[in-house]
Nanobody
Framework: QALLAESGGGSVQPGGSLRLTCAAS????????TGWYRQAPGKQRELVAL???????NIADSVKGRFTISRDNAKNTLYLQMNSLKPEDTAVYFC?????????WGQGTQVTVSS
């Protein structure tokens, strides 16, 4: 069983919303950052949003004002609320938990935005 498991992906029309969830099967100690990345066909993987252990966030310009990253430490869970989705948001979305010495990835969840 994977350490990180994404869920919440699917198909939606432009302007729609989805909430992605990344649940860790156990507490990961020494986290420095948790974030979401995406990769579209023929494109490089890119950072979408991240949140540090202290609560600071970095959001990609392409999704600012539309996506929100949050976490629930008690549940070892990371979220990505995606609103006003556009076709260019179509990609496989991966969550990442990073410590000083390790980086953990989920298997990815497909998000498709089309009319």
């Amino acid at each position: 069983q994977a350490l990180l498991a994404e869920s919440g992906g699917g198909s939606v029309q432009p302007g729609g919303s989805l909430r992605l969830t990344c649940a860790a099967s156990r507490t990961i100690f020494g986290l420095r950052g948790t974030g979401w990345y995406r990769q579209a066909p023929g494109k490089q993987r890119e950072l979408v949003a991240l949140i540090t252990s202290s609560g600071n966030t970095n959001i990609a310009d392409s999704v600012k004002g539309r996506f929100t990253i949050s976490r629930d430490n008690a549940k070892n869970t990371l979220y990505l609320q995606m609103n006003s989705l556009k076709p260019e948001d179509t990609a496989v979305y991966f969550c990442n938990f990073a410590t000083v010495g390790n980086s953990y990835w989920g298997q990815g969840t497909q998000v498709t935005v089309s009319s």
